[in-house]
């Protein structure tokens, strides 16, 4: 039997670390378990090649991270640095390329060289996402309030929120049903005709999910990647030096000033409950650490199917967990290069090209293909890349001269995180590989060292049920007040002192931190309650 903490946290992923951070940071004894024998969770740096090489294995970029936290946690005086990311680069099958640089007048002429309407329409397809990002971005570093509860709190929480609709025109109201309920197509398809922008951008309707550019939903998707802040920019993207690992590590780093403990290779086997209140929680070494308050950032699948006993949790959360769809067809490909590639269509080196996010897709139908492809069972004859070179920038993560390649790609069947077919997963990396060699010959060959993370790996590894990055589908029937189960989106659960804070929750998706600042906000919020109700 240990001293005990007033909070253990199950899993020590980016989300389990901010907890950590905030919750100690308010006085209270806390204590981190994580599986895997470094923190990170998908957000992590590892050495697959050898000790002169650092990959990030899984996330690759920053964005959502709130600026606030950033202040709050002091992260820069633990490493915390971020370099802008460049512009989107599609080079083309055809010898051409298109880049979205963010001068106004360069941007035109680029998408101009496909479709002058294109160029036209462009500035109102932006304004249109800036004005429904406006509405839902500050929604999503709220905690939900219950809609459909009639108990006074509740009721407060609902008002709050129809006192921020206020400023919701019936323009915007369609705008944004329309947004949430369509595909990326549907919303391409109002402004774009060329095959080399609308491909461009309907990857960042379905990049993590399992789902086609004319799958439902995907518009939101979409919108998802605009909202976040990057050294003051709204919707830019970086690359932490040192890899996300970096992030991680300065997480750690602030928990630990704040006098938090974290446990590394402490998997954790059970959690433990008495009369509907947590106790604490079994480690899988045999020792019990009670503690009043429990978070679990782990997977909901993991958490209240494996964790603990379902028959003590209420039979419709439980079959909303059952439910819960985390379906993905993501392959992650890291790569070692003896050199950069040299694009056939713009071979000089630019670090707005090379530091970029290079997209290969051809078009939008081309993207659909490849879905469907997948949803029949057969890895993708075309898969599509989000593909990033952060050595461009940070000369910490290679040895001088060569880089570091993330080609972040999509699909093979979903079924594959259950079932893998590691034959067809190698295939599937070589089309990858012969994708970008086409683009930008010698490409191959400059290939020194390869790691192909497939769905079952992720799930297996990382603990991504069903390899879904996301932790779940950021589908509309799993998004804010159901996201992951009815009546349980304020991070509580059915268990007094049980609260959950992983990217299943709401606000998750991505590299956010927001589920865990907004778990310790619900906990010190619940722990004056008590205080009131004692007094």
Same mark, same amino acid.
């Given at each position: 039997?240990?001293?005990?903490?007033?909070?253990?946290?199950?899993?020590?992923?980016?989300?389990?670390?901010?907890?950590?951070?905030?919750?100690?940071?308010?006085? $209270?004894?806390?204590?981190?378990?994580?599986?895997? &024998?470094?923190?990170?969770?998908?957000?992590?740096?590892?050495?697959?090649?050898?000790?002169?090489?650092?990959?990030? /294995?899984?996330?690759?970029?920053?964005?959502? $991270?709130?600026?606030?936290?950033?202040?709050? $946690?002091?992260?820069?005086?633990?490493?915390?640095?971020?370099?802008?990311?460049? &512009?989107?680069? *599609?080079?083309?099958?055809?010898?051409?390329?298109?880049?979205?640089?963010?001068?106004?007048?360069?941007?035109?002429?680029?998408?101009?060289?496909?479709?002058?309407?294109?160029?036209?329409?462009?500035?109102?397809?932006?304004?249109?996402?800036?004005?429904?990002?406006?509405?839902?971005?500050?929604?999503?570093?709220?905690?939900? &309030?219950?809609?459909?509860?009639?108990?006074?709190?509740?009721?407060?929480?609902?008002?709050?929120?129809?006192?921020?609709?206020?400023?919701?025109?019936?323009?915007?109201?369609?705008?944004?049903?329309?947004?949430?309920?369509?595909?990326?197509?549907?919303?391409?398809?109002?402004?774009?005709? /060329?095959?080399?922008?609308?491909?461009?951008?309907?990857?960042?309707?379905?990049?993590?999910?399992?789902?086609?550019?004319?799958?439902?939903?995907?518009?939101?998707?979409?919108?998802?990647?605009?909202?976040?802040?990057?050294?003051?920019?709204?919707?830019?993207?970086?690359?932490?030096?040192?890899?996300?690992?970096? %992030?991680?590590?300065?997480?750690?780093?602030?928990?630990?000033?704040?006098?938090?403990?974290?446990?590394?290779g402490t998997p954790v086997a059970a959690i433990t409950n008495r009369e509907g209140r947590v106790t604490?929680?079994?480690?899988?070494?045999?020792?019990?650490?009670?503690?009043?308050?429990?978070?679990?950032? *782990?997977?909901?699948?993991?958490?209240?199917?494996?964790?603990?006993? #379902?028959?003590?949790?209420?039979?419709?959360?439980?079959?909303?967990?059952?439910?819960?769809?985390?379906? /993905?067809?993501?392959?992650?490909?890291?790569?070692?290069?003896?050199?950069?590639?040299?694009?056939?269509?713009?071979?000089?080196?630019? #670090?707005?090209?090379?530091?970029?996010?290079?997209?290969?897709?051809?078009?939008?139908?081309?993207?659909?293909?490849?879905?469907?492809?997948?949803?029949?069972?057969? &890895?993708?004859?075309?898969?599509?890349?989000?593909?990033?070179? #952060?050595? %461009?920038?940070?000369?910490?993560?290679?040895?001088?001269?060569?880089?570091?390649? !993330?080609?972040?790609?999509?699909?093979?069947?979903?079924?594959?995180?259950?079932?893998?077919?590691?034959?067809?997963?190698?295939?599937?990396?070589?089309?990858?590989?012969?994708?970008?060699?086409?683009?930008?010959?010698?490409?191959?060959?400059?290939?020194?060292?390869?790691?192909?993370?497939?769905?079952?790996?992720?799930?297996?590894?990382?603990?991504?049920?069903?390899?879904?990055?996301?932790?779940?589908?950021?589908?509309?029937?799993?998004?804010?007040?159901?996201?992951?189960?009815?009546?349980?989106?304020?991070?509580?659960?059915?268990?007094?002192?049980?609260?959950?804070?992983?990217? !299943?929750?709401?606000?998750?998706?991505?590299?956010?931190?927001?589920?865990?600042?907004?778990?310790?906000?619900?906990? $010190?919020?619940?722990?004056?309650?008590?205080?009131?109700?004692?007094?």
């Amino acid at each position: 039997m240990t001293a005990e903490y007033d909070a253990v946290i199950v899993g020590g992923g980016h989300n389990g670390l901010v907890a950590a951070a905030y919750l100690a940071r308010n006085g $209270l004894r806390t204590l981190v378990c994580e599986r895997r &024998p470094i923190v990170g969770g998908a957000a992590v740096s590892e050495h697959p090649f050898g000790p002169d090489y650092t990959v990030t /294995s899984l996330s690759y970029v920053v964005s959502l $991270l709130p600026p606030r936290l950033v202040h709050d $946690l002091r992260l820069d005086r633990h490493g915390y640095h971020v370099y802008p990311q460049g &512009p989107y680069f *599609a080079p083309r099958a055809d010898g051409r390329y298109l880049r979205l640089p963010p001068d106004h007048g360069e941007r035109y002429a680029e998408i101009a060289k496909f479709s002058k309407s294109d160029a036209d329409a462009y500035d109102g397809y932006e304004a249109r996402l800036a004005r429904i990002g406006a509405v839902l971005g500050p929604l999503l570093s709220q905690i939900p &309030p219950k809609l459909g509860s009639r108990r006074p709190r509740d009721l407060l929480g609902q008002s709050l929120l129809l006192r921020h609709l206020r400023a919701v025109d019936t323009r915007l109201a369609v705008d944004i049903t329309r947004l949430m309920t369509g595909s990326i197509a549907d919303l391409l398809d109002q402004y774009f005709t /060329s095959d080399a922008l609308r491909g461009l951008l309907s990857v960042s309707g379905v990049i993590g999910m399992w789902a086609g550019p004319r799958s439902p939903g995907t518009g939101y998707v979409a919108l998802h990647h605009h909202i976040g802040e990057a050294g003051g920019q709204t919707g830019a993207w970086g690359f932490p030096r040192g890899g996300m690992g970096a %992030v991680t590590r300065a997480l750690a780093a602030a928990a630990r000033g704040f006098g938090a403990e974290i446990r590394t290779g402490t998997p954790v086997a059970a959690i433990t409950n008495r009369e509907g209140r947590v106790t604490g929680v079994d480690l899988a070494s045999g020792e019990h650490v009670p503690a009043s308050t429990v978070v679990t950032t *782990a997977h909901p699948a993991i958490s209240f199917l494996q964790l603990i006993d #379902p028959a003590v949790l209420p039979a419709d959360f439980v079959a909303d967990i059952r439910g819960w769809q985390s379906r /993905s067809g993501t392959v992650k490909i890291n790569l070692a290069l003896g050199k950069l590639p040299v694009f056939a269509s713009h071979p000089a080196f630019d #670090p707005q090209v090379h530091g970029g996010t290079i997209v290969l897709a051809e078009s939008l139908d081309e993207i659909e293909i490849s879905f469907q492809e997948a949803v029949y069972g057969s &890895p993708s004859s075309a898969p599509f890349a989000d593909v990033c070179m #952060p050595s %461009v920038f940070d000369d910490s993560l290679a040895p001088a001269g060569q880089h570091i390649m !993330s080609m972040f790609t999509q699909w093979v069947p979903h079924t594959y995180a259950d079932q893998p077919d590691e034959e067809q997963l190698g295939l599937y990396a070589d089309r990858m590989i012969a994708r970008m060699d086409d683009l930008a010959p010698g490409f191959a060959d400059s290939v020194l060292h390869r790691q192909v993370i497939g769905p079952s790996q992720m799930q297996q590894e990382y603990g991504i049920v069903g390899g879904n990055i996301f932790h779940g589908e950021l589908t509309v029937g799993q998004m804010f007040h159901a996201r992951p189960a009815a009546g349980y989106a304020d991070l509580r659960t059915p268990l007094s002192g049980l609260y959950q804070a992983g990217s !299943s929750t709401h606000g998750g998706g991505g590299v956010t931190g927001i589920p865990g600042r907004n778990v310790v906000r619900q906990i $010190l919020a619940d722990r004056r309650a008590a205080r009131w109700r004692r007094s």
